[in-house]
C-alpha cells in the first residue's frame, strides 16, 4: 500500500487511531478505503437496479425544480472530482518526481461514480420512480465517509499554522456540502407519473409516492394516525388499495397458476391411464372381452388400478399459490436473511462493552462509541425487520383476496352433487376460517428457514463462549422437542375435530335461524337449543383438553432458556477446576440464550400453524377441484332447427351416483309457443326445467336451448337489495319498458305501500315481501330480461288466484307481454291449461303424454281422468267475463287487480277449444262470446293507479329495512373488561395476576444470584460455594417455570367458564328475541356473533390476555433490572414513558377503528356470498356470473381497504416502539460507560442484557393492548345480542312458562276463539296491520279467512300464536286469555301448517317429533293420513331419512306435506292453515282437504284461502280488508250480499 499511497503514508496506524484520547484515520485510508466505499457499493447494485427498472416501468414523470436540482449537483460533483485529478496531472507536470498513483485513481473513481449517479437520477425520472432508495443509501455512505476527512482536516489545519493543500482543501469542502446537499434532496419524493392510477384517484394511498425514508419508517402513515386520533375514522377516510392489492390483479393471477397446475395433472394422469391400458396382456384382454376369468385385465381391476391412481393426484394448491405469490414473498424473505445476520452483532459488542468496564486504563470514547454501535445496529434491525413483515403481511392480504376470490368464483359452477357435500356453512368457513389461517401463516412463515439459523448461528457463539458444555444445553433443546411435537401433533387432532363441532354448530345455528318463525310457531325451541348446547359442550370439552396442552407446552418453552442456562453453567464449572464464570461468559451467554428463545418459542408455532393451514389447503384444494357443471350439458350454438328447445332421449340425476330422476324424456318445443307441464308432486317437473338450464348431471341424450334463457325458480330467489335493482337485475333501466313490466306483474299496487316505493330495500331473502309479492319481482325480473327462452318454475303458487289470473292473461298467457316467446310453464292451475299451446304431462321422471289440450282430451288417457276430477269449477272460472266493466269498476273501487279483464276471448281457435271441451264434459254454458268483450279495453301499459293504503307488512317510512351494522366507535368501554372479568370469576382474574407477578420475581431473582455468582470469580472463591450457587439459581428457575405452568392453566379453565357463560347467554337471548327482530335483522349478522365473534372468545382472547399478562410484567421487571443497577436511568424513564404513552394512544385508536371499520365491513362478504350460493341457479340462468364475481372482488376489495391500514399500523407503531426500545439500550450503556469506575462489570452486563430484550416486549405490549381492546369487542358485540334486544323488545317477549298461569294439561277443551277489541301492529312506531277485530268462533267451527295481499290474513294467525302481541285488546281461548299464560303453553296446544314447509337437516323422525314424545306407529300413521307413506317406505333408511339443509332433497309439494304430517301428529284443538296448499297440484291438495275435513272434524280450523273453492263448504267465512272484518258470514249468505266476497267468488268462477 505504501507504493500506492506514497512513502510515509501507512494505511493503518493503531497509535494513530485508536490508543489515544484524540483518535483519527491515516490519510491513505481516508484517500484509498473511506472513498472507494459509496462508489464500490454503487456499481455493485448498478447492474441489478437497472434490469429492476426496466422490467417495472412505472411511467414517465416530467422533470421538475427538484429533478433539474439533483441532476446539476451531480455534474458539478464530477467536475469538482476531476478537477483533482487535472491538478494532480498539473503538480506532476511542474514538479520532476511522480505523484502517488492514489492521487490519480481516486479523483478518477469517485467522479465516474458521480456520473453513475446523475445518469441514474434522470433513468429513475424516465421509470417513474418517485423516491429513489439506491441513491438514498450511496448519498448517505458518502456523507458518512466524508466525515472523518471533514474532522481530520480541520484538526490539521488548526494544529499547523497555515493550509498546505488549498485546493484539494477547497475541493473537499465543496464536495462534502453538494454531497450533503444531495442527501437532502434525495429525501423528499418527486410527483407521480404521467397517467398513473394516482392523478384519478381522489384518496390515493400516500406509500406509492412516499419518500425512501418515509418508506423505511413507515412515515407516510403518521397522517392517517392523527387523523384516527382526533376522531374515530370512517369509510370515507380510508385510502383506495393499491393496484397490486386489488382483487382484479390478484385473483385472475392465482386462477391463471391454477389452471396450469390442473392442466399439468391431467396430463400426468393421461399417460398414467396409457402405461396402464398398455400394460394390459393380450390374453386378458381377450379373456375380459368373453368375460370369461383368468388374466389380470378383468376390466374391475383395471378400474380398482385406475382410481387407485386418481386418488394420489389432486393438482396442488399449494404449488399455484407458490408460483402466484411466491416471488413477493422472498423479497420478505431476503430482508429477514439480513436482520438474522444484524441480530448477533448485539451480544458481541456487550461482550466488548463488559470487557471496556473490566479494563479501567483505555480511552473511555471506546465505550461510548460501542454505546452509539449497539444503538446503531439495534436501528437497523428495527427498520429491516419491518420492512419484512410489511412484505409477509401484504402477501398474507394477496392469499386471502385471491382463496376468497377463487373460492367465489368456483361456488358459480359446481355441480349439485359437490353442492352436497358443502353446505352453505361450511363454504363460508372456508372463506372466513381458512383463508384466515394462510393469511395469519405467512407472516410467520420465514420462521422455518430462519429459527433454525438463528438456533446455529446462536450454538457457534455460544461454543465461542463456554466451549463444548453448550452441548449440554443442546441437549436439554432436543429432548424438548419430541414433547413438544406431541403436544404439537395431540393438539392438531384436537383442532381438527373441535372445527367438525364448529362447523355443525354453525351450520344447525344457520338453520335454526332461517326456519326461526317455523321453531316458534311450534314451540320447539327447547329441544334446538338442547341440540346445539349438546355440540357447544362437546366443543369446549375439546378447548380444554387443549387448554391443558398448552399450559405444559408454554411452560416448557418459558422454562427452555433458562434450562439451558443452567445446564450449560453448571456443567461449565463443574467440568473443569480452571472454568470461572465471569461476568462476561455468563451475561454474552445469556443474550445469546435470549436470542434463542424467540426462534424456539416460534417453530412450534409456526410448525402447528403449518399444520392448521395443510388442514385447511386440504379443504380448499377438495373444493377447488370439485366438479363443474358441465357448459356445454345444454347446446346453445345449435340454431338451425324450428325448435326453441329440444331434448332427444335424455335421461338425467342429480349425481352420479345417484338413481336417475329423468327417464328417456323426449320433448320438442316450437318457438314462440307455450308449454305447460303438469304432473303430481315430485314427478320430476322442476327436475326438467333444471335439465333444461343444464344443472343435472346427464346421463344420456342431448338438450339444445336456442337463445337466451330467464328463468324463474318455484321458490323466488330475492336479492338483499332495492326492489327495482331485483327487477333490473344488471339491465340499464328504461323508464317505459319497466313501468309495463311492473304493470303487468301487479305489482304497482304493492310498490304504493312499500316505504320507498321501488327504491325500498328489500331484506336478504326477501323477508320483507310477502310470498306472492317475491314471486312477481322474481316473474318481473324475468320479463324485464328480455330473453328468447322463458321458463317458468310454478310461478303462480303463491299468488292469490285473481292475481294469477292477471299475470296469466298479461304476462304469460297468448295475450301476454311474451307472446311470440318460448315459454314452458311448470303449473298446478288447471283454469290455465286450454289457453296453452301444448300440454307436457310428467310421471315418476317420465313424459306419459304430450299434445295440445284438445289431443290429449280425445286420448282419454290419465290427463283427461284427472281433468273431469278436478276442473269442473276452475274451467269455468275462465268462461266468466265480466258482464260490465261499469259494474265492475263501481263494485271493486278498490282492487286494482280486478281490473283487469279477461282479454282472451278475443282469440277465437282457443275459444273454439274451449267450447269443445265444455261439450265434451257436457256443461251447458253460455257461448262465451259476450258482445261487450269486444270491446274490452286493452289495459297494458296504462297509467291507471289504485290507492292501497295498507299492506301487511308496511315498514316505517324509511328506505331502509335492514339497518346498517353499527361499528362501536371510541374506546372500549371499562363495563366490557369487567364483563369479561366477572364471566371469568373476579377472584380467580386476581389471583391469576398474582401468579404472573410472582413469576418475575422469580426470575429477576434467578438472574439477580448470577450476577452475585459471576463476581465470585474475583474474590477467587471458585470452588467453595459452585454447588450452593447452581442449586439456589435451579431452584429459583424452577419455581418460574412451575409459576408459568399454574398461571396458563388456571387462566385457560377461566376462559372455557367465560366462552361457555357468554354462549349460553347469546343462544337463550336468541331463542326468545321476538320475531320481529329477525324480520329486520340479516342472518349473517346473527350468525356472524355466533361464528367469528364466539371463536374470538374462546380462541383468540385468552392467547391475547396471556401474552398481554406475560409482557406486561416482562418490561416491569427490565426497568426494576435498570435502575436497580444504573439508578440515574430513572431520569430517562420518564420522557421515553410520556413518548410511549403517545405513541400507544395514536395506535390504538386508529387501529382498534381500523379493525372495527374490518369487522363491519367483512359481515357483506359472506352474506353477499351465501345469498349467491342459494341463486346459483338464478344467476346462472340469466348469465350473470360475470357481474356477481365483480361484485363479490369489490367487496373483497372494500374490506382489505381498512384492513391494509391496520398492518400498516402495526409496522408503523413498530419502528417507534422499537425505537424507544433502542434509546433504552443506548442509556443503559451510555450510564454504563459514564459509572464506570463504581461499577462492577456484572452489574453492566445485567442491565445491559435485560436492556437488549425490553424492544420485543414493549412491541408486544402495545400490539396486545390493541388486540386486546380490539378483541375484546367481540364481548362487547356477544353482550349487545344477548341484551339490547330484550331491552327494546321486552314487552314482547314473554317467558315461555309461566309456572302459576299453566293452563290445565287439557286446555283448549273446546276450541272457542275470542277477539275482543283487538288491534296490533308489527313494531313500535308502525301503523296498525289489525283494527280493532271483534269476533266469536265457537269450538269445531271452520273458518276461511280471505282478503287480498296486505289485508293482514297472516297477521292474524301470527297474533294467535302472540308473534305479534296486542297493541290493544285481547284474545281468549276457551276462556284463558292467551296474554297470560307462557308462549310455549299456548304454542304447544296450537298446529300452524304454514305458508313455507321449512325442514332441519337430519333426519325425517326429528322434523316429525323433536322431542321424541311420540312412537313409531304414530309416526307412521301421520305419514300414512299425509300420504307421504308410500314415499317413505321407499327408502331405505325409512324413519331415518337424512333430510338435507332446508329439506333440499325433498320436492316443495313434500315438504308441505310434511309439515301436514307434523299436524296431524300434534293433534291439537286448534289448527291454523296458511295458504299451505299453494304449491300442490291439485290431486294432492284434494287428499289434504278431505285429511283436514275428516281428522280435524271436531277441532276448529282457521284457513288462509287463495283457492275459494277449498272454503266454499266452510261454516263462515271472514273477509278482511285494510286490518278491519269487512264480512263475516257463511258462504251463502256473503254470495247473497253481493260483497267483496261476492267479487272474489265471481273472479274465480264460483258463482254465475
Known sequence: MEHFCGSGRPLWDANLTLYTEHPDLSECFQLSVLSWIPCIYLWLTFPFYVLYLKRNNKGYIMMSILNRVKTIFGFILWIVCWTDLFSAFHEMQQSSGPKPPIFFVTPLVVGMTMLLATFLIQFERLRGVQSSGVLFIFWALSVLSAIVPFRSKILQASAKAEIEDKLRFTTFYIYFGLILAELLLSCFSEKPPLFSDVVTDPNPCPESGAGFLSTMTFWWFTRMAIKGYKSPLENKDLWSLNKRDRSDVIVPNLLKEWEVEKARVQSQQDKQTQALYSK???????????????????????????????????PSFLRSLLRAFGPYFLMGSAYKLLQDLITFVNPQLLSLLISFIKNKDVPSWWGFALAFLMFGCAILQTLILHQHFQYCFVTGMHLRSAIIGAIYRKSLVITNEAKRSSTVGEVVNLMSVDAQRFMDLTTFLNMLWSAPLQIVLALFF???????????????????????????????????????????????????????????????????????????RKELSVLRKTAYLSAVS?????????????????????????????????????????????????????????????????????????????????????????????????????????????????????????????????????????????????????????????????????????????????????????????????????????????????????????????????????????????????????????????????????EGALQGKTRILVTHGISFLPQVDNILVMVDGRVSEMGSFQDLLKQNGAFAEFLRNYSMEDIIEDEMTMEMIEEEDESFPDDALSNHTDMVDNEPVVNEARRQFMRQISIMSSDGENPKSKSIRKRRCSELKHAEPTAEKTEPKVDKLIQAETAET?????????????????????????????????????????????????????????????????????????????????????????????????????????????????????????????????????????????????????????????????????????????????????????????????????????????????????????????????????????????????????????????????FAALFAVLGKDHLTDSLVGLSVSYALQVTMSLNWMVRMTSDLESNIVAV???????????????????????????????WPPQGNVEFRDYSVRYREGLDLVLKNLSLQVKGGEKIGIVGRTGAGKSSMTLCLFRLLEAASGDITIDDVKIAEIGLHDLRSKLTIIPQEPVLFSGTLRMNLDPFEKYSDDDLWKSLELSHLKKFVSNQSSKLDLECSEGGENLSVGQRQLVCLARALLRKTRILILDEATAAIDLETDDLIQSTIRTQFEDCTVFTIAHRLNTIMDYNRVLVLDKGQIAEFDTPTNLISQRGIFYGMAKDAGLVL
Open 970 to 1226: 371510541g374506546k372500549v368501554k371499562m363495563k366490557v373488561y369487567l364483563e369479561y372479568v366477572k364471566a371469568v370469576g373476579p377472584l380467580l382474574s386476581l389471583f391469576i395476576c398474582f401468579l404472573y407477578g410472582c413469576q418475575s420475581a422469580s426470575a429477576i431473582g434467578a438472574n439477580i444470584w448470577l450476577t452475585q455468582w459471576t463476581n465470585d470469580a474475583k474474590f477467587n472463591k471458585t470452588e467453595t460455594d459452585t454447588n450452593m450457587r447452581v442449586g439456589v439459581y435451579a431452584v429459583l428457575g424452577m419455581t418460574q417455570g412451575f409459576l408459568v405452568m399454574l398461571s396458563t392453566l388456571i387462566l385457560s379453565l377461566g376462559k372455557i367458564k367465560a366462552a361457555r357463560k357468554l354462549h349460553a347467554m347469546l343462544l337463550e337471548n336468541k331463542f326468545h328475541t321476538p320475531q320481529a327482530f329477525y324480520d329486520t335483522t340479516p342472518l349473517g349478522r346473527i350468525i356472524n356473533r355466533f361464528s367469528k365473534d364466539i371463536y374470538v372468545i374462546d380462541e383468540a382472547l385468552p392467547s391475547t390476555i396471556l401474552m398481554f399478562l406475560g409482557t406486561f410484567f416482562n418490561s416491569i421487571s427490565v426497568m426494576i433490572v435498570i435502575i436497580f443497577s444504573t439508578p440515574i436511568f430513572a431520569v430517562v424513564i420518564i420522557p421515553l414513558a410520556l413518548i410511549y404513552f403517545f405513541v400507544q394512544r395514536f395506535y390504538v385508536a386508529t387501529s382498534r377503528q381500523l379493525k372495527r371499520l374490518e369487522s363491519v365491513s367483512r359481515s357483506p362478504i359472506y352474506s353477499h356470498f351465501s345469498e349467491t350460493i342459494t341463486g346459483t341457479s338464478v344467476i346462472r340462468a340469466y348469465g350473470r356470473s360475470t357481474a356477481f364475481v365483480l361484485l363479490s372482488d369489490s367487496k373483497v376489495d372494500e374490506n382489505q381497504k381498512s384492513y391494509y391500514p391496520g398492518i400498516v399500523a402495526n409496522r408503523w407503531l413498530g419502528v417507534r416502539i422499537e425505537f424507544i426500545g433502542n434509546c433504552i439500550v443506548l
Open 280 to 314: 394390459v396382456p393380450s390374453g386378458g384382454a381377450a379373456a375380459a372381452n368373453n368375460h370369461a376369468g383368468g388374466g389380470t385385465g378383468s376390466p374391475e381391476e383395471v378400474e380398482v388400478l385406475l382410481t387407485k391412481q386418481k386418488v394420489s393426484h389432486q
Open 462 to 536: 455460544l461454543w465461542q463462549n463456554l466451549g463444548p458444555s453448550v452441548l449440554a444445553g443442546v441437549a436439554v433443546m432436543i429432548l424438548l422437542i419430541p414433547l413438544n411435537a406431541a403436544i404439537a401433533m395431540k393438539t392438531r387432532a384436537y383442532q381438527v375435530e373441535q372445527m367438525q363441532y364448529k362447523d355443525a354448530r354453525i351450520k344447525l345455528m344457520n338453520e335454526i335461524l332461517n326456519g326461526i318463525k317455523v321453531l316458534k310457531l311450534y314451540a320447539w325451541e327447547k329441544s334446538f337449543q338442547e341440540k346445539v348446547l349438546e355440540i357447544r
Open 1276 to 1306: 362487547e358485540r356477544v353482550k349487545e345480542y344477548s341484551e339490547t334486544h330484550r331491552l327494546i323488545y321486552l314487552i314482547l317477549s314473554a317467558p315461555w312458562e309461566i309456572e302459576d298461569k299453566k293452563p290445565p294439561s287439557n
Open 554 to 814: 408454554i411452560m416448557a418453552w418459558t422454562s427452555a432458556p433458562f434450562m439451558v442456562a443452567l445446564t450449560s453453567f453448571a456443567v461449565y464449572v463443574t467440568v473443569d477446576e480452571n472454568n470461572v464464570l465471569d461476568a462476561q461468559k455468563a451475561f454474552v451467554s445469556l443474550a445469546l440464550f435470549n436470542i434463542l428463545r424467540f426462534p424456539l418459542n416460534m417453530l412450534p408455532q409456526v410448525i402447528s400453524s403449518i399444520v392448521q393451514a395443510s388442514v385447511s389447503l386440504k379443504r380448499i384444494q377438495d373444493f377447488l377441484s370439485h366438479d363443474e357443471l358441465d357448459p356445454e350439458a345444454v347446446d346453445r350454438k345449435h340454431t338451425g332447427s324450428e325448435f326453441a328447445v329440444a331434448v332427444i332421449n335424455g335421461s338425467y340425476s342429480w349425481a352420479k351416483q345417484d338413481p336417475t330422476t329423468l327417464h328417456n324424456i323426449n320433448v320438442m318445443v316450437p318457438q314462440g309457443t307455450l308449454l305447460a307441464v303438469v304432473g303430481h308432486v315430485g314427478c320430476g317437473k322442476s327436475s326438467l326445467v333444471s335439465a333444461l338450464l343444464g344443472e343435472m348431471e346427464k346421463l344420456e341424450g342431448q338438450i339444445t336451448v336456442k337463445g337466451s334463457v330467464a328463468y324463474v325458480p318455484q321458490q323466488a330467489w330475492i336479492q338483499n337489495a332495492t326492489l327495482r335493482d331485483n327487477i333490473l337485475f344488471g339491465q340499464p333501466y328504461v323508464e317505459q319498458k319497466y313501468r309495463c313490466v311492473l304493470e303487468a306483474c301487479a305489482l304497482v299496487t304493492d310498490l304504493e305501500v312499500l316505504p320507498g316505493g321501488d327504491q325500498t330495500e328489500i331484506g336478504e331473502k326477501g323477508i320483507n315481501l310477502s310470498g306472492g309479492q317475491r314471486q312477481r319481482v322474481s316473474l318481473a325480473r324475468a320479463l324485464y330480461s328480455d330473453a328468447d327462452v322463458y321458463l317458468l318454475d310454478d310461478p303462480l303458487s303463491a299468488v292469490d288466484a285473481h292475481v294469477a289470473k292477471h299475470i296469466f292473461d298479461h304476462v304469460i298467457g297468448p
